[in-house]
């Protein structure tokens, strides 16, 4: 098996918590922005990362790759029900990250704007988290579960703790506050988040984010070199 994606958390770090932690082993593809822009993002289907190999096929699409691999090594609910809660959540997870790359990310990576610049993009991105964290508490205070969605681990689990760990990624890589205090307002979640950091401990060290910050903050500076010329 083997994973292409690029050297930071997103879209491709839920799908290496989940095959960490069921030990499969895999390959980590990572790839430069720099060849991405020159072209490479064609040899992929629909030109998106992160992208699967597998069995001598390619797949892509986070949450399809998700429910693939969950279904395959028992991270997705075989309950209807459960099933629908989980990829309801996940599809909330996204648009998430979608807002926060359209509204923030590109701007200050690509288009080199600052903090300033990008200041009125603030209230919707944070209303957006905010409203998905209400709703997270409200979900585990009505069904007691132990995790996300029910009493065992699912992908929905790994795609919360990386949408909810984003936040201290983006604070690390832009050593900017985003004031996101909203887990004190969200005991729950903010115990949840905090109980599968501790259960993914482990895991996460062995990724390395920390190492891959690093990287991606110097590939950042080349990139923003490379375009200037």
């Known amino acids: 098996i083997k994973l292409h994606y690029f050297a930071y958390r997103s879209r491709?770090?839920?799908?290496?918590?989940?095959?960490?932690?069921?030990?499969?082993p895999y390959e980590d593809v990572l790839l430069e922005f720099p060849d991405w822009m020159k072209g490479k993002k064609a040899e992929y289907e629909f030109g998106v990362l992160p992208?699967?190999?597998?069995?001598?096929?390619?797949?892509s699409q986070t949450r399809a790759i998700l429910r693939l691999l969950g279904r395959k090594y028992g991270y997705y609910p075989k309950d209807e029900l459960q099933a629908y809660e989980v990829d309801c959540l996940m599809d909330a997870f996204d648009d998430w990250l979608h807002t926060v790359a359209y509204k923030y990310f590109i701007d200050r990576i690509f288009q080199g704007k600052t903090k300033e610049e990008v200041e009125p993009n603030f209230p919707l991105v944070i209303d957006t988290i905010n409203k998905i964290i209400q709703n997270i508490e409200g979900r585990l205070t009505n069904s007691g579960s132990k995790y996300l969605v029910g009493n065992s681990l699912t992908i929905g689990d790994f795609m919360f703790h990386t949408f909810a760990g984003s936040f201290t990624s983006l604070n690390t890589i832009f050593n900017e506050d985003w004031n996101c205090d909203n887990f004190d307002k969200a005991p729950k979640t903010k115990a949840l988040y905090e109980r599968l950091t501790e259960e993914f401990q482990g895991i996460l060290e062995e990724i390395g984010l920390k190492d891959a910050i690093i990287q991606y903050q110097i590939k950042q500076t080349v990139l923003k070199i490379l375009m200037k010329q």
């Open 12 to 24: 491709g770090h839920p799908i290496k918590l989940l095959l960490k932690n069921a030990k499969v």
């Open 51 to 59: 992208v699967l190999e597998m069995e001598g096929k390619q797949f």
